[in-house]
């Protein structure tokens, strides 16, 4: 946890040096906890055991972080690793479709805001891409449940890292 902390600290820094002036909008993606799949025909299982521990490390990092709004794609897996942060944090969250999702109208509303996105191993990667504008990313393996990306867009400065928290 220290050693996430001090890495958001850091690039946080790097985009505050840029410009005080500009407005700073911050955008944390991880993808879902783990499911349950014992039932291979659920095709929107809720979240394991495993899955729901993870939310809650989740939650407790982002306890330490300022948000504005929490995003989530409509499935229970994504919902429920959301829904602990949004309760801890008393806010609601606001649906999003991944392909039907426009990247201009999402960016204005998100304009200034600290804003955490939960989707999966595919999508995830394809939004940070949208939002740095190039395909950098590529989708996680189906093991993969402790990336954070991590974008920063302030004026025409857009920085982007990726954080095992692990």
């Keep these: 946890m220290k050693k996430f902390l001090m890495a958001i600290l850091l690039f946080s820094l790097t985009v505050t040096a840029y410009s005080q002036q500009q407005v700073k909008t911050t955008y944390y ?5 783990e499911k349950d799949s014992s039932d291979k025909n659920n095709k929107n299982p809720e979240l394991s055991k495993k899955g729901k521990e993870r939310a809650k490390k989740w939650s407790n990092i982002f306890d330490e972080l300022k948000l504005d709004a929490i995003y989530s794609t409509d499935y229970n897996r ?5 829904a602990v942060t ?3 944090k008393k806010l609601t969250i606001k649906k999003y479709h991944p392909r039907n999702l426009n990247l201009n109208s999402f960016l204005n509303e998100t304009k ?3 804003i955490l996105i939960v989707g999966h191993s595919n999508t995830i990667p394809s939004l940070t891409n949208k939002l740095i504008g190039n395909g950098k990313y590529l989708n996680m393996d189906e093991d993969d449940y ?3 990306y991590l974008v920063t867009i302030q004026g025409d400065l857009i920085e982007h890292v990726m954080i095992d928290v692990e």
């Excluded at 993606?29 to 906890?33: K, M």
């Excluded at 994504?78 to 959301?82: N, V």
Aim: proline residues 0%; glycine residues 6%.
């Design 146 to 148: 402790d990336n954070l």
């Design 78 to 82: 994504t919902l429920q690793t959301a």
């Design 86 to 88: 949004a309760k801890n």
């Design 29 to 33: 993606l991880i993808r879902h906890s």
């Design 112 to 114: 200034g805001k600290s």
